[in-house]
């Protein structure tokens, strides 16, 4: 019988710090009532003495609404910020979004031709290979990009102001085949990535970026998109036969990444919010901690794929509603 599997000490630390950030003087009560543990037992984890179990600890996400990103990538027993930045991925942050975007593709074009290939998503935003397939999504990814919170009022510019480069349409329609020809992808969905987009959106529109008429298009892509996810999850692969995983994260996570590999290749993106520029990783180290970050995610996440499962038709259908609200709540969301 194998061991229960728990967050070590930092990680630990961490977790009552988030918990007593949410409920204060009560961090105690609420710790027992949420998981039915004595006052002495909630004592001890509180010391160190005890680790919550990794169970334990995404019951405590889900009931306080709490990130467990830093929690997770210290479960696997490896230092997130040692590996990523004192272990020196072979590349770093690329200044030139165009050099990013074109490494991207090349690395997706040549995992594609492998037997082997297998690709994995950890997704707060809208899954890749689904974009690919609607103009205006693409568009939204390139606009959000440009409009940072740290860019200057007047230097932000519009939805509709927001061009998909030329150069790089041929290579997007390349990079859509390419990663459906990959063997195996597995998605692990944020459970609040609709109802992020959709405030994410009214804040836009708030802003005087996305218009009205805007939103609507939006709304549209983002519900043909939901539809399409749902299809290719019941069934558990794509349309040419290849193989498609989907989990639903019980509880908030903020960063995504991507891993690809095969027996003979891998890489890593870094906080892959969109594609077209961001930090890549090729070296074993940064590779193998997003890996093992995602084994923690699949642990605590819903499989979805290959069923009728009612979990995964309530969670499609939900956020489709929420979606749905858009164009009807943009001045009270």
């Not at 590779?287 to 996440?301: K, P, Q």
Request: proline residues 2%; aromatic residues 10%; glycine residues 6%.
């Amino acid at each position: 019988m194998s061991a229960m599997k728990t967050i070590n000490h930092p990680a630990n630390l961490l977790l009552f710090r988030k918990l007593e950030e949410k409920c204060g003087d009560r961090t105690v009560r609420e710790i027992r009532e949420a998981l039915g543990l004595l006052k002495e037992a909630v004592y001890r984890r509180r010391k160190g003495e005890v680790s919550f179990s990794l169970t334990e600890a995404a019951t405590l996400a889900r009931e306080f609404n709490i990130s467990l990103d830093k929690a997770l990538e210290n479960a696997c027993g490896t230092s997130w910020e040692l590996q990523l930045y004192g272990g020196q991925p072979d590349s770093g942050p690329s200044a030139d979004s165009a050099v990013f975007f074109g490494d991207f593709c090349d690395e997706i074009g040549q995992l594609a031709r492998s037997r082997s290939s297998r690709i994995y998503f950890c997704c707060t935003s809208l899954p890749i290979p689904f974009c690919l397939e609607s103009e205006a999504l693409l568009r939204y990814y390139v606009f959000k990009s440009a409009n940072t919170e740290r860019l200057p009022a007047d230097r932000r510019q519009t939805f509709g102001e927001t061009v998909i480069p030329e150069a790089r349409i041929p290579r997007l329609q390349a990079l859509y085949d390419d990663l459906q020809a990959i063997g195996s992808s597995t998605f692990i969905l944020n459970r609040e990535l609709f109802r992020n987009l959709a405030g994410d959106i009214v804040y836009f529109h708030r802003m005087g970026l996305i218009s009205s008429d805007e939103v609507g298009l939006l709304q549209a892509g983002v519900l043909a998109m939901i539809a399409r996810i749902e299809q290719v999850a019941a069934e558990g692969r794509y349309d040419n036969g290849n193989r498609a995983s989907f989990y639903l994260s019980d509880f908030q996570f903020e960063s995504s990444h991507i891993l690809c590999e095969s027996d003979s290749q891998e890489m890593c993106v870094l906080n892959a919010t969109e594609i077209m520029s961001n930090v890549v990783g090729r070296g074993s180290a940064a590779c193998g901690v997003v890996r093992r970050r995602i084994e923690a995610l699949m642990r605590m996440s819903t499989f979805v794929s290959g069923s009728g499962t009612l979990f995964r038709m309530n969670y499609f259908t939900r956020n489709a509603g929420i979606i749905r609200q858009l164009t009807d709540e943009l001045y009270c969301y």
